[in-house]
């Protein structure tokens, strides 16, 4: 028998994934034959050139679309083949944090935290209500949490799209390009409770970003050229990132973002 995904320490996994758009001369592959797992706990950051199939991974990965090849499982469910109704269901497991907020603008901030509920028909039970008035707190939220989204700061209403994945206590929470239509400073803070999430209560996240500075936020940083992955590595320094980047850009892709690094490709750790 296949060994479990949690087994591994991973909270979602995909296999051999492929992506093709289009057929022939004007078909375009996403992504090549990838094989990854996020593992639970971690701040796992998906860097690498426009195009390189990072949304596409991340997309997969949280069952928001489909692959050509492959498969893939959130926890130990494997997702590959599902229909709307058990992909939606398995999707509420998930929190998501997008570049675009992604608010309710009729909703106030209350309402939008608790939508993941709303939208699954379940009440939020005492313990729930508690976590959600503490991610309120530390999310700094507790004076607005009557106003409507066009009343607050992008930084402000990207912390409750944070406070809405982190109420329902997700398996994972999936970003793409969260700190993308923040000002550096408020980007920062939005990284600084992404990490606090992951240090203080275990979280598990993946982050598709093309900040240098965002990634080194994280435990764990993939880069990936032309839908494949070309390095797996643990925390880097924003420079380090940078210089990986730069080498990636320029078509040096297989092993430069190891030698920017410093350090051995650790493709082993791909599970
Ligand atoms: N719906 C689509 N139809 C056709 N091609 C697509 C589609 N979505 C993505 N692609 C192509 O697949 C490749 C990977 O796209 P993807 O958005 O995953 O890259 P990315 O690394 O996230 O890029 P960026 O950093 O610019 O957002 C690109 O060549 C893109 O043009």
Redesign the pocket.
């Known amino acids: 028998m296949d060994i479990q995904p949690s087994e591994m320490g991973l909270v979602a996994r995909v296999a051999h994934l492929s992506?093709r758009?289009?057929a022939g001369d004007h078909g375009?592959?996403?992504?090549d034959d990838v094989s990854v797992g996020i593992r639970r706990g971690q701040f796992t950051a998906i860097m690498?050139?426009?195009?390189?199939?990072?949304?596409?991974?991340?997309?997969i990965m949280a069952g928001l679309d489909t692959p050509s090849d492959g498969r893939a499982w959130i926890g130990d469910d494997e997702i590959t083949g599902l229909g709307d109704v058990q992909l939606t269901r398995i999707r509420r497991r998930l929190g998501f944090v997008f570049q675009a907020f992604n608010l309710v603008p009729t909703l106030d901030v209350r309402g939008n935290i608790l939508l993941p509920f709303e939208l699954g028909g379940v009440r939020p039970t005492a313990e729930d209500e508690r976590r959600i008035d503490d991610v309120i707190a530390a999310l700094g939220l507790s004076e607005r949490v009557s106003h409507r989204p066009h009343e607050l700061s992008g930084g402000q209403q990207q912390r409750v799209a944070i406070a809405r994945a982190l109420a329902s206590n997700p398996s994972v929470i999936f970003a793409d390009?969260p700190t993308g239509a923040l000002d550096t400073r408020t980007g920062r803070e939005v990284l600084r409770l992404l990490r606090s999430a992951v240090d203080s209560s275990g979280q598990s996240i993946a982050m598709?970003t093309?900040d240098p500075v965002a990634a080194s936020h994280a435990d764990r940083i993939l880069f990936?050229a032309d839908?494949r992955i070309v390095a797996d590595q643990g925390a880097m320094t924003a420079e380090q990132i940078s210089a990986a980047m730069l080498r990636l850009e320029s078509g040096a892709a297989a092993g430069a973002a190891a030698s920017a690094a410093a350090r051995p490709v650790s493709t082993g750790a791909h599970a």
Not at 28 to 31: N, P, S, T
């Open positions: 992506k758009y289009g375009v592959v996403a992504l690498g050139p426009s195009g390189s199939g990072k949304s596409t991974l991340m997309h390009e598709v093309h990936l839908g």
